[in-house]
């Protein structure tokens, strides 16, 4: 069974190496594909991480509700920018910033959440707590929506909520989106 800090970690490095295969790549269908992966994996994490991470940690943190919403108003922030790049076609002189900016912000927010988030996780559950939370996160992840969604509203928790009704929408454009193909994604460097 894979604890929770793992699950995240290894949607961290599937991210990172999305990325590097985008910026580094000059094939379009290629970037594009990536692009179509890079935001289906982090729209995902983003929200299966709202609905089951944080509401774990606001019990365990000692500033509990106040650090959660930093948390929140933090994924909103990055939910905005990944709304910019998964509209960009490849070909724009937007698409490689973009992404990198997105990156390097996410970059700072995973690294917080490694270094923070997940040893209060680690060192307040069981390892059968742990295991449990990792699976209910990745069984989230199949529900929630597979894009970045721009909502508009006042309170970050409730664009968690306004996703799920998006989901079903989402995953019927994915079945004609472009995707990696599978030998890609096993040969994709995870770092």
């Known amino acids: 069974m894979v604890r929770i800090s793992e699950a995240i970690k290894n949607d961290h490095q599937k991210l990172e190496s999305y990325y590097n295969i985008i910026v580094n790549s000059e094939d379009e269908d290629e970037q594009t594909r990536f692009q179509n992966q890079f935001t289906w994996e982090l729209a995902r994490h983003a929200v299966a991480e709202e609905l089951v991470v944080l509401p774990a940690l606001e019990k365990l943190r000692p500033e509990g509700k106040a650090k959660t919403d930093d948390d929140r108003r933090e994924h909103s922030a990055l939910k905005e920018m990944l709304v910019v790049f998964q ?6 002189p937007r698409f490689v910033p973009t992404i990198t900016t997105l990156m390097e912000a996410l970059a700072q927010h995973m690294q917080d959440e490694e270094a923070n988030d997940l040893v209060i996780l680690e060192e307040s559950l069981t390892s059968d707590d742990s295991e449990k939370l990792a699976d209910s996160l990745n069984r989230t992840k199949i529900f929630v929506p597979s894009r970045s969604h ?3 509203l006042d309170q970050p928790q409730y664009e968690t909520a306004a996703g799920l009704l998006s989901a079903p929408l989402d995953h019927l454009q994915d079945l004609f989106r472009k995707w990696p193909e599978e030998e ?3 040969s994709a460097p995870i770092e």
Request: contains cysteine.
């Open 87 to 92: 509209d960009l076609n490849c070909s724009d």
């Open 150 to 152: 721009s909502y508009d």
């Open 184 to 186: 890609s994604m096993l």
